[in-house]
């Protein structure tokens, strides 16, 4: 946080300039979820994909029950906070692809992204899914899947997953199921790999 004394022209986290008086200027913080933030991001989730027909939308439940297993990375728990407030979250987790040959090899699964809707389309979404996917890149994961809308997710450099030999139960929606292919860590590793992606077992629940 910045505190000036005099007035300055600064631009606030949502992207909208600010001129005049300005004592604090608040900005985002991006990080990994803590202990502490599983209620915050409950909320987050709940005020995101709220809808009438629904109690509490399956998003969350997903991500209690992802936290039990073996496909959670910590790391990749993404939150956005926003004076102090949580307001944005991104997950990703493991998922494997199993090729029609060889070895099964380790991915991430994107999902679910939400930003609480009071802050929401002032660029906090597209933030804690990049810092998510940066954070992916510095543990050395090479490949991640997503399903949702194009227009979002291209600008990250996802592209249809069937052009990279991917397959998932949701393959045949055509354009929103989507992969990424991150950089390598060396220039000595080989392609990302093709088949078909397994999920755990909280996704058949969504």
């Known amino acids: 946080m910045c ?14 300039p600010v001129t005049g008086n300005v004592a604090r200027v608040t900005t985002l913080r991006l990080r990994p979820e ?9 909320r987050v989730l709940a005020s995101a994909f709220a809808r009438p027909e629904v109690q ?11 936290r039990d297993t073996d496909a959670w990375v910590s790391e ?8 102090g407030e949580v307001v944005g979250y991104s997950l990703l987790t493991r998922v494997r692809v199993r090729p029609d040959r060889g070895a099964v090899a380790p991915a991430l699964a994107l999902g679910p992204v939400a930003v609480a809707p009071h802050r929401q389309r002032v660029g906090h979404g597209s933030a804690v ?9 510095e543990l050395g994961e090479r490949l991640v899947v ?7 997710y291209r600008r990250f450099g996802f592209e249809p997953a069937a052009e990279l030999g991917l397959t998932s139960p949701w393959a045949g929606l055509g354009e929103p199921w989507q992969a990424l292919v991150l950089p390598p860590s060396t220039s000595e590793e080989g ?16």
């Open 56 to 66: 509490t939308p399956p998003e969350v439940g997903l991500v209690d029950d992802l």
């Open 146 to 152: 997503v399903l949702g809308d194009p227009a979002f």
């Open 129 to 137: 899914v990049q810092a998510a996917l940066d954070a992916a890149t």
């Open 34 to 42: 803590g202990p502490a933030d599983a209620g915050p991001v409950r």
């Open 3 to 16: 505190t000036c004394a005099t007035p300055i022209r600064a631009t606030i986290a949502d992207g909208r």
């Open 191 to 206: 392609p990302p790999p093709r088949g078909e992606v397994v999920f755990p077992a909280p996704w058949s629940r969504v």
């Open 76 to 83: 990749l728990a993404m939150v956005a906070e926003y004076g």
